[in-house]
Nanobody
Framework: QVQLVESGGGLVQAGDSLRLSCVASGLTFSNYAMGWFRQAPGKGREFVAGITWGGGTSAYAEAGKGRFTISRDNAKNTVYLQMNSLKPEDTAVYYC????????????????????WGQGTPVTVSS
C-alpha cells in the first residue's frame, strides 16, 4: 500500500531552520506531484508548497515565499521542504501529500485534489 512518511519536525527558535523530508513507497513516485501542507491548532489545512513530477515547477504559498524551498529526489522517492527564518506563526503539523499528475506541469493547491497523505510531523517555533 501507499505510504508517505514525514520526518524532520521539532522544536526550534524563531529564526532557525528545519528541513522536512517525506519518503514515499508503494507508488511510482515520478508520476506524482508532491505537496506540503500544514495545519495549525484550531485552523484548517493549508497549502505550503508544491512541486511537479520532475521537479521542473514549484509553487509556494505567500507565507513561505523567500523562506521555504521544496525539492525532490525521484531516485530516493523523497520530497523535501527546507524552511529558513522560521517564525512562531509557522507552528503547525506539516503533511506531505501526493497528487497523481504524470507529465503535467501545473500544480494544484487544494488539499481535496491530493490522493495520498502522510501522518504529519509537528513543527513548533518559539519566540
Amino acid at each position: 500500500q501507499v505510504q508517505l512518511v514525514e520526518s524532520g519536525g521539532g522544536l526550534v527558535q524563531a529564526g532557525d531552520s528545519l528541513r522536512l523530508s517525506c519518503v514515499a513507497s508503494g507508488l511510482t513516485f515520478s508520476n506524482y506531484a508532491m505537496g506540503w501542507f500544514r495545519q495549525a491548532p484550531g485552523k484548517g489545512r493549508e497549502f505550503v508548497a508544491g512541486i511537479t513530477w520532475g521537479g521542473g515547477t514549484s509553487a509556494y504559498a505567500e507565507a513561505g515565499k523567500g523562506r521555504f524551498t521544496i525539492s525532490r529526489d525521484n531516485a530516493k522517492n523523497t520530497v523535501y521542504l527546507q524552511m529558513n527564518s522560521l517564525k512562531p506563526e509557522d507552528t503547525a503539523v506539516y503533511y506531505c501529500a501526493a497528487d497523481y499528475r504524470p507529465r503535467i506541469a501545473v500544480l494544484r493547491r487544494s488539499s481535496d485534489e491530493y490522493d495520498y497523505w502522510g501522518q504529519g510531523t509537528p513543527v513548533t517555533v518559539s519566540s
